[in-house]
């Protein structure tokens, strides 16, 4: 709407009270740019500090799962007698926990005594040998499974 002013000084104060806009309206490239810069660095570490907290996780995981099939071993040992042969591996047990968090079986070893086995985990890649997140996960490492663990 356009209005016209009889009265030049009324339009002046009117004028006054409304705010000049400025030339420069918003953020420059470079600004805007700085700053997704600025955030895509601190998201990257924030990521990189994550994928340690999930790599850690697995691992726990890796080794609470292995205390389970220990007692389940354990059991099947109590009820039947005998460990396990490597042939039947963990598939006669009654657990639902047979891969390992990346996906891979568990590897079963009983040597051919009563007494003894171990339960492998590969770690994330799967071989054996390695460190950290790759490195191995044996059942005797673990040490005995305590009352305290079951709860």
Known sequence: MCYRFKNKSLKREIDMRRPKLSRYRGFSF???MAVV?????????VALKFKDYIDKAKINRAKGDLKTIVIAIESFQLDKGRLPSNDEGLDVLSIKTKNDPWG??????SPGSDTEFEVICFGRDGIEGGDGIDGDIYSWQLG????????
């Open 30 to 32: 470079v600004e805007i």
């Open 37 to 45: 810069v600025i955030i895509g660095i601190l998201a990257g570490a």
């Open 104 to 109: 891979r079986p568990y590897q079963y070893n």
């Open 144 to 151: 005995d499974v305590e009352e305290e663990d079951l709860q």
